[in-house]
C-alpha cells in the first residue's frame, strides 16, 4: 500500500516532466507564429511607405536627411544652380521662406545677378528645398545669413561659431562641405559631444 501510494506520488511527480516536451513544442509552435506576424507586419510596413526602401539605395552624398527618390532631381537641380559660386548649402540651416524668396528673386542675390531657374525646373528645386526645410514662426524676421537663421542656431547647439560666418566658413569644420556633406566634421569636432 504505500509503496503503491510513493508510486503513485512518483508519477504524479513525473507528469509535467512528460506534459513538458508538449508544452515546449505548443511555446515553439506559438513562437513562430507571432515571428511569422511580426515579419509579414514589417515587410507590409516597408510596403507601405516605399521611400524607406529606396532610401538606402539613392543617397549618395551625406546631407543632413536622407533624400528619398522623389526628390533625387530636386537636389540635383539645387546643386547644378546653387553650389557654383558656394558650397550648397542645405536646405535645413534656412527657413523655408529664405529659400522661397532667393528662389524668386535671382536679380537681387547679395548684389549678384543669378541666371534665373526656367520653369518646371524651378518647381522641381522648390519641392526639394521646402521638404528638407521647416517654417518660419507668426511675425519671425526672415533671415538672409545663416548666421540669423534659428535653425542654423539649432543644428549647432554649443558650437562655437566663427565671425562673421557665411558660405565659404562651412569647410573649416564640414570637410565634406563642397561635396554637400555636413555629417562628417573636421578631426576636431569629432568627439565633441
Ligand atoms: C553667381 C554666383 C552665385 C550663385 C549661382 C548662387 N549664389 Fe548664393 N551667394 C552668392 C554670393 C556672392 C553670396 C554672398 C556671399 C557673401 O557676401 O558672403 C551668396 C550668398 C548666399 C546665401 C547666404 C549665405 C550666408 O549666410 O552668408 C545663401 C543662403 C545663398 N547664397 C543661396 C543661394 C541659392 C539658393 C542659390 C541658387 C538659387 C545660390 N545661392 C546661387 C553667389 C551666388
Ligand atoms: C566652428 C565649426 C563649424 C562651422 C564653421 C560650421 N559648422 Fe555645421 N556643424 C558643426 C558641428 C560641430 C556640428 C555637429 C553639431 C551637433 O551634432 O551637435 C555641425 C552640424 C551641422 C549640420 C547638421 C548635420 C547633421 O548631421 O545633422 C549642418 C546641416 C551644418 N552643420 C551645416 C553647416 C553649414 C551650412 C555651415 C556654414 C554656413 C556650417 N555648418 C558651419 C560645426 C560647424
Known amino acids: 500500500m504505500?509503496?503503491?501510494?510513493?508510486?503513485?506520488?512518483?508519477?504524479?511527480?513525473?507528469?509535467?516532466?512528460?506534459?513538458?516536451?508538449v508544452l515546449f513544442l505548443l511555446?515553439?509552435?506559438?513562437?513562430?507564429?507571432?515571428?511569422?506576424?511580426?515579419?509579414?507586419?514589417?515587410?507590409?510596413n516597408?510596403?507601405?511607405?516605399?521611400?524607406?526602401?529606396?532610401?538606402?539605395?539613392?543617397?549618395?552624398?551625406g546631407t543632413v536627411d536622407p533624400v528619398p527618390a522623389k526628390y533625387q532631381s530636386g537636389l540635383k537641380l539645387y546643386l547644378e544652380n546653387c553650389a557654383s559660386c558656394h558650397v550648397g548649402l542645405p536646405p535645413e540651416v534656412m527657413p523655408s521662406e529664405t529659400w522661397r524668396t532667393l528662389l524668386l528673386e535671382p536679380n537681387q542675390h547679395y548684389g549678384r545677378q543669378?541666371?534665373?531657374?526656367?520653369?518646371?525646373f524651378i518647381s522641381i528645386v522648390w519641392n526639394y528645398l521646402l521638404a528638407f526645410s521647416r517654417s518660419l514662426n507668426k511675425e519671425e524676421p526672415?533671415?538672409?545669413r545663416v548666421s540669423e537663421s534659428r535653425y542654423f542656431k539649432i543644428l549647432h547647439p554649443q558650437v562655437k561659431l566663427p565671425k562673421p560666418l557665411n558660405a565659404s566658413g562651412c569647410i573649416t569644420c564640414h570637410p565634406g562641405a563642397a561635396n554637400y556633406d555636413y555629417r562628417k566634421l573636421s578631426r576636431d569636432w569629432e568627439n565633441v559631444p
Open 2 to 21: 504505500i509503496s503503491q501510494i510513493k508510486a503513485i506520488k512518483k508519477l504524479q511527480w513525473l507528469r509535467p516532466n512528460r506534459a513538458s516536451p
Open 27 to 44: 511555446l515553439l509552435f506559438i513562437w513562430s507564429i507571432l515571428l511569422g506576424w511580426g515579419m509579414s507586419r514589417e515587410l507590409g
Open 46 to 61: 516597408a510596403a507601405d511607405k516605399p521611400e524607406t526602401i529606396a532610401q538606402g539605395s539613392t543617397v549618395t552624398i
Open 114 to 120: 543669378l541666371k534665373p531657374i526656367e520653369r518646371p
Open 142 to 144: 526672415k533671415p538672409f
